[in-house]
């Protein structure tokens, strides 16, 4: 008897479940790539996996035992050790796209944002910008003042200009109007980040991954301008490339997000618009 006699090719049925197993085990360790959570999800699964493999293999049916028996208990810490993980994910599979929440009109931000920009960046004043999509930011907006305030150049320059009560923090806009100022933006985890980049860039990048919010940035310390959607950040934008961008993104309902999300996915954005790990960067202040 061969040793391959002891093993029997599946079915259709199984192909089907081997395909759905294995997409579901790359779609998982995606979502871990990069951030805090992948190390800790490694370490699991390598100390699960010897001790099981050790118990088995010598035989120690009490500690295999129990070792079975907590697998409830890990699932449980995993849920909780990758609470943001699983939040992301789910607020992303629940957007509805049908929801307009007035994006056929944000095409019109683009001209008082380009404005706004162009002055801070000018004089080396910082600013976050957030611009809401499908996925509400509710709970962010709550961190800051609510407002109610049509889009214009020149309050969002009020708004950023040093020394004024709602400078420090970041600005949201829903639909066509500004709906808070002063927010406290989550902070990106991944370790993968550059060390120069400040606590701006920083929480920039930490809403995207919340959200499909799109956010602009201008550095503090260099006045230099970045874009940031889906976790990922393009840097030193001059004026005409900041102004296709957020004509592309804010132009439609999806268009312009799905075409940034391809461009930096298949490196079509040349490196040095993205998020570099060279200690050659100019450090940009948050």
Same mark, same amino acid.
């Given at each position: %008897?061969?040793?391959?006699?002891?093993?029997?090719?599946?079915?259709?049925?199984?192909?089907?479940?081997?395909?759905?197993? /294995?997409?579901?085990?790359?779609?998982?360790?995606?979502?871990?790539?990069?951030?805090?959570?992948?190390?800790?999800?490694?370490?699991?699964?390598?100390?699960?996996?010897?001790?099981? =493999?050790?118990?088995?293999?010598?035989?120690?049916?009490?500690?295999?035992?129990?070792?079975?028996?907590?697998?409830?208990?890990?699932?449980? /810490?995993?849920?909780?050790?990758?609470?943001?993980?699983?939040?992301?994910?789910?607020?992303?599979?629940?957007?509805?796209?049908?929801?307009?929440? @007035?994006?056929?009109?944000q095409k019109n931000l683009v &001209?008082?944002?380009?404005q706004c920009v162009k002055l801070?960046?000018?004089?080396?004043? @910082?600013?976050?910008?957030?611009?809401?999509?499908?996925?509400?930011?509710?709970?962010?907006?709550?961190? @800051?003042?609510?407002?109610?305030?049509?889009?214009?150049?020149?309050?969002?320059?009020?708004?950023?200009?040093?020394?004024?009560?709602?400078?420090? =923090? @970041?600005?949201?806009?829903?639909?066509?109007?500004?709906?808070?100022?002063?927010?406290?933006?989550?902070?990106?985890?991944?370790?993968?980040?550059?060390? %120069?980049?400040?606590?701006?860039?920083?929480?920039?990048? =930490?809403?995207?991954?919340?959200?499909?919010?799109?956010?602009?940035?201008?550095?503090? &310390?260099?006045?230099?301008?970045?874009?940031?959607?889906? =976790?990922?950040?393009?840097?030193?934008?001059? &004026? &005409?490339?900041l102004h296709r961008v957020l004509?592309? %993104?804010?132009?439609?309902?999806?268009?312009?997000?799905?075409?940034?999300?391809?461009?930096?996915?298949?490196?079509?954005?040349?490196?040095?618009?993205?998020?570099? %790990?060279?200690?050659?960067?100019?450090?940009?202040?948050?």
């Amino acid at each position: %008897m061969q040793w391959t006699d002891a093993f029997e090719l599946p079915d259709v049925l199984g192909w089907i479940e081997i395909f759905i197993l /294995a997409s579901l085990f790359y779609f998982i360790f995606r979502l871990f790539k990069g951030t805090r959570g992948s190390s800790i999800l490694t370490g699991l699964i390598i100390l699960f996996a010897v001790l099981y =493999g050790v118990t088995s293999v010598s035989h120690l049916d009490v500690l295999n035992w129990i070792l079975s028996k907590l697998m409830l208990y890990i699932s449980l /810490a995993v849920v909780v050790i990758f609470q943001p993980e699983i939040r992301r994910v789910l607020a992303r599979l629940g957007r509805q796209p049908w929801r307009n929440n @007035g994006m056929s009109t944000q095409k019109n931000l683009v &001209e008082p944002l380009l404005q706004c920009v162009k002055l801070l960046s000018k004089r080396k004043i @910082g600013a976050l910008i957030a611009i809401e999509r499908e996925i509400g930011t509710r709970a962010i907006q709550d961190t @800051g003042t609510k407002m109610n305030s049509v889009v214009s150049a020149e309050l969002l320059s009020t708004i950023f200009f040093p020394h004024t009560p709602l400078h420090d =923090g @970041g600005v949201i806009i829903s639909g066509d109007r500004i709906c808070a100022a002063g927010c406290l933006f989550p902070l990106s985890q991944k370790e993968e980040l550059s060390k %120069m980049l400040g606590t701006r860039h920083r929480a920039a990048i =930490g809403i995207t991954e919340e959200t499909d919010a799109v956010v602009i940035v201008v550095s503090e &310390e260099t006045g230099a301008i970045s874009v940031a959607y889906n =976790g990922r950040l393009r840097r030193g934008l001059g &004026e &005409e490339k900041l102004h296709r961008v957020l004509s592309s %993104m804010l132009r439609r309902e999806r268009t312009g997000l799905s075409r940034f999300r391809e461009k930096i996915q298949t490196g079509e954005a040349p490196l040095s618009e993205t998020v570099l %790990m060279s200690v050659n960067e100019d450090q940009d202040e948050g």
